[in-house]
């Protein structure tokens, strides 16, 4: 079993950045892909970033060159830096854990309660 609790969500103006941070419980952290996710409303839950146990990371086309996925095994903990940030970023973002290497929520077993980020233009 693994508990998730995000934050570091917000209101940022366009062109700002914002850090979010997952801390996760449980021993086997390290055996865990993570990911983040979002939800626009009236929109479908999509994939943001993951990294692997090993560190390899990968990310939405949208994201690439703005967003840095990492994890920190000594804190349990997974970071989402969002630089560049765009209105079109504006969502709810989830963390999430899996036993596999995927890019779709529904192989995802464990999820935090998500963050609000808000992005003005």
């Known amino acids: 079993q693994v508990q998730l609790v995000e934050s570091g969500g917000g209101l940022v103006q366009a062109g700002g950045s914002l850090r979010l941070s997952c801390a996760a419980s449980g021993r086997t952290f390290s055996r865990y892909a993570m990911g983040w996710f979002r939800q626009a409303p009236g929109k479908e839950r999509e994939f943001v970033a993951a990294?692997?146990?090993?560190?390899?990371?990968y990310y939405t086309d949208s994201v690439k060159g703005r967003f840095t996925i990492s994890r920190d095994g000594a804190t349990n903990t997974v970071y989402l830096q969002m630089n560049s940030l765009k209105s079109e970023d504006t969502a709810e973002y989830y963390c999430?854990?899996?036993?596999?290497?995927?890019?779709?929520?529904?192989?995802?077993?464990?999820w935090g309660q998500g963050t609000q980020v808000t992005v003005s233009s």
């Open positions: 999430a854990a899996g036993v596999v290497w995927a890019f779709t929520p529904g192989e995802y077993a464990y």
């Open positions: 990294v692997s146990w090993s560190g390899n990371t």
